[in-house]
């Protein structure tokens, strides 16, 4: 069984690494599958939100941030507990690797994104679902990643997205409850005196 899973995930990445390349997808998935290219639009949103938006928004962008900090730290610890070897090195030779390839971080870490913000704002999960699809599909056509590291990749991010999501839920549902129970207190001890 593990044998017929590797066969299809070589022949996966010969599909998408050989045969559907096209000079378009050679232009666009480097670009895509450089996480620096997008570096100074992502600092220029975060510097708004958390100057500009409301209390919520700048608690979410901060735990956004935690969510892909654990993401990335979890997965570069599943990398060298599986040390696959990526597919650019031979298969054989796993010593001079400076990564190793399941699961994708790029994959886990947007994935993981995707799922906190739609969570957080449904809407948002039209965009970024499919960009998390699109740089993980680019992992693959670079060469970097297998298609199992990506939809392992991405499951593991669901999986931290959703356990932030359910962190930031809680932390609000206690900041609320202490911000109701203090009005309530403050209504039933009136500020003037007799």
């Not at 996966?12 to 570096?39: C, E, Q, T």
């Not at 704002?121 to 056509?141: E, N, Q």
Request: proline share 6%; charged share 15%.
């Amino acid at each position: 069984m593990l044998e017929r899973l590797r066969e299809w995930d070589e022949a996966g990445f010969h599909l998408i690494n050989g045969s559907l390349r096209n000079p378009i997808f050679d232009l666009l998935m480097p670009f895509v599958s450089n996480k620096w290219n997008f570096a100074i639009p992502v600092a220029v949103l975060l510097i708004y939100v958390l100057l500009f938006r409301p209390r919520r928004a700048r608690l979410v962008v901060i735990f956004a941030i935690a969510v892909i900090l654990l993401t990335d730290a979890t997965s570069h610890i599943l990398k060298d507990l599986f040390q696959r070897p990526r597919p650019f090195h031979p298969l054989g030779d796993a010593t001079h690797l400076v990564s190793f390839s399941f699961p994708s971080n790029h994959a886990s870490n947007m994935f993981a994104l995707a799922t906190f913000l739609s969570y957080n704002y449904s809407r948002s999960g039209l965009l970024c679902f499919p960009l998390a699809a699109l740089v993980g599909y680019s992992r693959i056509y670079v060469g970097s990643h297998y298609p199992f590291d990506v939809l392992g990749g991405a499951l593991w991010g669901v999986l931290i997205g959703l356990l932030g999501a359910a962190a930031v839920q809680r932390l609000m549902r206690s900041a609320w409850v202490q911000y109701t129970g203090k009005s309530r207190d403050n209504k039933d001890h009136p500020a003037c005196g007799p």
